[in-house]
């Protein structure tokens, strides 16, 4: 689904579009919010940089952050209770990025915390 969005997007550079959003306190996806059309857009996410996404990017840069700096951004951005998911979720992530090498094919690497 993402590719499909991403290449019709590509195509399509004068037309704005649509992203659906996570709901991450229902753990399902949420409601669908604007993209104004523009020449640059920039999309952020744990998956973006994946190898599925690698080739529909311009450039992909990685933060690094250590777990501690992620989860205290985490709980700022979407409040305390997620906290009790955080080791789930970091465990995933982490193991993703792993087998996927998606920090070795980042054109840009900075440390952010």
Do not use: I, K, N
């Not at 959003?21 to 640059?40: E, K, L, Q």
């Not at 998956?47 to 311009?58: I, N, Q, T, W």
């Amino acid at each position: 689904m993402v590719t499909a969005t991403l290449t019709r997007g590509a195509r399509v550079r004068d037309e704005a579009g649509t992203c659906r959003t996570w709901d991450w306190h229902a753990g399902a996806w949420g409601a669908s919010r604007a993209v104004p059309a523009a020449p640059v857009v920039v999309l952020e996410g744990v998956g973006l940089a994946g190898s599925a996404l690698r080739p529909y990017a311009c450039l992909v840069v990685w933060l690094d952050a250590d777990a501690a700096t992620r989860a205290e951004r985490v709980a700022e951005r979407d409040g305390a209770e997620v906290a009790a998911h955080m080791d789930l979720w970091r465990a995933r992530e982490d193991a993703w990025h792993a087998a996927d090498r998606t920090a070795e094919h980042a054109d840009v690497r900075l440390a952010t915390g």
